[in-house]
């Protein structure tokens, strides 16, 4: 059965679903589970094949290995059952949405740091070794510095991931667009004034790049928050990021009513 659970535990992490191993350290019930036994549980709190001890252990394994997929994080617990305690190690196998900055000035600080709270894996891309460093993005999970271009050619862009184009001067950006315009990034933005975006989708369609291509550009990057402070254009670009990934527009939160069926603003957000 064990053997079972591995296969399946493989399986989901090559499809990349977020899912919790669930395995017992040591039970006090007389009829409880033994040390070793196993369960799976998904993001869902569904059980995966088949459970460990009586329904009261299986609902709180359940509820707690939602936390832990939620939080990223794994742990161990000791969880009451019908008969007496359990402890067990709950191991969480999550997989985090990527995150690619170009460039390591003010702005691109900023959207580390709130992307970082968010729960990205960031990478950092520059060919400024002064400002590309660990003293100034401690949590990043690489550091690249060398030729902007040729290191995002190299680099294995997914479905899950956002790029954010902030080049010093903009000095790389146009080149990093083309050549990330044809991967399959869910979000791709880059911080520009009027006349920056106007050139950039000139020459896009110059290239004859496919429209619905250009239109998942970003440009000027962020939702319309207000603010000129770094800070807050990184606010407005994570927020950007974030309703994208999740398909929403970015505007005011809304419930519709199921007594008027009036649309209102949502107060509590």
Do not use: W
């Not at 949405?97 to 709270?117: E, F, H, P, T």
């Not at 003293?135 to 690489?142: G, K, S, T």
């Not at 000129?228 to 974030?242: G, H, N, T, Y």
């Amino acid at each position: 059965m064990q053997s079972e659970l591995m296969r399946i535990l493989a399986e989901k992490q090559e499809l990349k679903e977020n899912i919790a191993l669930i395995t017992v350290i040591s039970s006090n019930s007389p009829r409880g589970c033994r040390a070793g036994e196993m369960m799976l549980v998904d993001r869902f709190g569904y059980i995966i094949g088949d459970g460990i001890g009586d329904s009261l252990l299986q609902e709180n394994a359940q509820r707690e290995a939602q936390i832990c997929i939620s939080e990223g994080i794994s742990r161990r617990v000791i969880l009451p059952s019908e008969e007496g305690m359990t402890e067990v190690f709950i191991n969480a196998f999550c997989h985090r949405d990527q995150l690619i900055i170009v460039g390591s000035g003010n702005v691109a600080l900023n959207v580390y740091r709130i992307a970082s709270i968010v729960g990205y894996s960031i990478t950092v891309i520059d060919n400024r070794a002064e400002t590309l460093s660990r003293e100034r993005f401690p949590e990043a999970r690489e550091l690249l510095l060398g030729d902007i271009v040729e290191l995002l050619k190299a680099y294995d862009i997914d479905e899950n991931t956002s790029i954010v184009l902030l080049s010093y001067h903009h000095e790389f950006d146009e080149a990093a667009l083309l050549t990330v315009i044809y991967s399959p990034a869910r979000y791709i933005g880059i911080l520009g004034n009027k006349h920056k975006v106007t050139a950039y989708f000139s020459k896009l369609n110059e290239l004859n790049i496919a429209e619905e291509l250009i239109n998942r550009v970003h440009v000027p990057v962020g939702i319309d928050i207000g603010g000129e402070r770094a800070s807050e254009i990184a606010l407005a670009i994570v927020a950007e990021m974030q309703a994208i990934k999740y398909g929403r527009a970015g505007g005011f939160r809304i419930l519709q009513s199921e007594i008027t069926g009036k649309v209102e603003r949502d107060e509590l957000f």
